[in-house]
């Protein structure tokens, strides 16, 4: 089955550390992108990447960092920089002509302690 | 800067029709799409515009009138399932050129029998 997963579903941290999120897809999509969401609000874009090896900063990068050096792959770095880092992480892929149309993991709830 | 704008509720009766409406600033417009999220699931892909104009799937249908900057999903009979947050997102293209998916805020939709 085709599609993107993301995990685990629950993580939790303490303060100070920094924790990687995982986002794979095997939909052969060429463009990737992490959103955040908080309760009751909309999807905030972290980064995006439309080919491998290169990625953008989407309306809050800070404290987050990503690479992509395989088009199935596109982990998210959440860094002590950031300061509020507890939300619902969304991971999502779409066809490089169709940025329109994205395709969603599960999520991943980061608590941070 | 890009700006969307809903209404954060809506409530509707079973097997009646519902309007949701969004209006966007932005440059660089490419189309509107919308997404369904139910509570704690990910967002799924319902439609897109581009042209102005209405397009139907099914149940649903989405208009876009790019002279406004304006356009809104409408759900025909509706079903208690259709409970859930619809988010209207703009494509359009960024300062460096890359195309990207701005999400507004979402509607709650919540069907009562």
């Given amino acids: ?79 002590s920089a950031q300061k509020n880092p507890t939300a619902f992480y969304l991971c999502a892929s779409s066809p490089g002509d169709k940025t329109y149309e994205q395709y969603f993991g599960p999520g991943t709830r980061l608590t941070v302690t | 800067g890009q700006s969307l704008e809903q209404p954060s509720e809506v409530t509707a009766v079973e097997g009646a029709i519902v309007q949701i409406n969004c209006t966007y600033q932005t440059s660089g417009f490419y189309g509107l799409s919308w997404y369904q999220q139910h509570d704690g699931g990910a967002p799924t892909f319902l439609s897109y515009n581009a042209l102005d104009g209405l397009e139907e799937t099914g149940r649903f249908s989405s208009f876009l009138s790019r002279s406004d900057s304006y356009g809104y999903l409408l759900l025909q009979e509706l079903q208690m399932k259709d409970s859930a947050s619809y988010f209207c997102a703009v494509r359009d293209r960024n300062s460096g050129g890359y195309q990207k998916v701005t999400f507004g805020t979402g509607t709650k939709l919540q069907v009562i029998p």
């Fill in chain 1, 1 to 79: 089955d085709g599609g993107i997963t993301q995990s685990p579903k629950y993580l939790f941290r303490k303060e100070g550390q920094n924790v990687t999120l995982s986002c794979e897809q095997n939909l052969n999509h060429d463009a990737m992108y992490w959103y955040r969401q908080d309760p009751g609000q909309g999807l905030r874009l972290i980064y995006y990447s439309q080919i491998v090896n290169d990625f953008q900063k989407g309306d809050i990068a800070e404290g987050y960092s990503v690479s992509r050096e395989k088009k199935e792959s596109f982990p998210l770095t959440v860094t």
